[in-house]
């Protein structure tokens, strides 16, 4: 099972980037999707997550309104359109699965999550 995370790169305040998470080795309709970011000496924290059936999502308050998390179970990836960004939102951005059999299920704890892609930096200049 692997998880690969892209998209990141350096945009200027107010601009825009997708972050993609491609899977190998498991499909998106059987797990919570989340999408974490960790700054320099900061905790990693939740940003976005989509329930198994991709029905459901959730945001953290800091990026709702601007961040859409989404799935295209076609091409069994899921991604993270960031909007209107501001030089908060740099950090290290990752994508993360938990498998569950629960539609409700989606956990905000990065310690639920047990697959982890490598990350992606996003820088936002001021």
């Known amino acids: 099972v692997q998880l690969q995370a892209s998209g990141g790169g350096l945009v200027q305040a107010g601009g825009s980037l997708r972050l993609s998470c491609a899977a190998s080795?498991?499909?998106?309709?059987?797990?919570?999707t989340g999408w974490f970011r960790q700054g320099s000496g900061e905790e990693r924290e939740f940003v976005a997550g989509?329930?198994?059936?991709?029905?459901?999502?959730k945001y953290a308050d800091s990026v709702k309104g601007r961040f859409t998390i989404s799935r295209d179970s076609a091409k069994n990836t899921v991604y993270l359109q960031m909007n209107s960004l501001k030089p908060e939102d740099t950090a290290v951005y990752y994508c993360?699965?938990?498998?569950?059999?629960?539609?409700?299920?989606?956990?905000?704890?990065?310690?639920?999550?047990?697959?982890w892609g490598q990350g992606t930096l996003v820088t936002v200049s001021s």
């Open positions: 993360a699965t938990k498998r569950t059999f629960s539609s409700f299920s989606l956990p905000m704890s990065p310690l639920e999550y047990t697959v």
């Open positions: 080795g498991l499909t998106f309709s059987s797990v919570v």
């Open positions: 989509i329930n198994r059936s991709g029905g459901s999502t």
